[in-house]
């Protein structure tokens, strides 16, 4: 069974998995969908439609606009956004207020495991790749690859990290956690994962 606190503003044409945790005056729109074990903090936004994958986090007065897709294990930090606007204006070119007809949304998508820190906006459309970091305040305006840590405005990519969120250090041909031992192996611009022997 879900945990909704009683100021929140949950639609009844939402899903809201078992185990999820919905606090103060968070808002979850029609049609978003959270997986169990999620945790929405106070003043959080989900819009309509936003897909939430299991044990996600999204800190207070985080925004997730509509047609954003979050993998598993996402972490949304305080007061981050992601948007869904290529274009933003209020008004049409010849001063009419725009209706919801006059654009289509783009989202954001972030894969498994990744986090987005504190104040960091994420412009659609992008994709955030798994166990990514965005760093706190970052502007995030190109796809991030998956383990890569990027900050600054606009976000540039300063090193990787394994799934501990630890920055990755050299060790002969690869790259070690030093939280975990897990070992990593950089192609390019890619990194994966090194087999176990």
Known sequence: MAFVEPSADVSEHSFIGHGTRIWHLAQIR????????CNIGRGAYVG???????????????LVYEPARLGAGVFIGPA??????????????????????DWTPVGVIVEDGAAIGARAVC????TIGRWATVAAG?????????FALVA?????QIGWVGK????LRPDG?????????????????????????
């Open 30 to 37: 029609e049609g978003a969908r959270l997986g169990e074990n």
């Open 48 to 62: 309509p439609g936003v897909e939430i994958g299991a044990n996600s986090k999204l800190q207070n007065y985080a």
């Open 80 to 101: 981050a956004v992601l948007t869904n606007d290529t274009y933003p204006r209020a008004v049409s070119p010849d001063g009419t207020l725009k209706s919801a007809d």
């Open 123 to 126: 412009i659609a459309p992008i």
């Open 138 to 146: 970052a502007v995030v305006v190109r796809d991030v690859p998956a």
């Open 152 to 156: 600054g405005v606009p976000a540039r």
């Open 164 to 167: 501990s969120g630890h920055p």
């Open 173 to 197: 041909d690869e790259l070690v956690c030093p939280a975990t031992g897990e070992r990593y192996i950089k192609d390019g611009d890619t990194l994966t994962e090194a087999r176990a022997v």
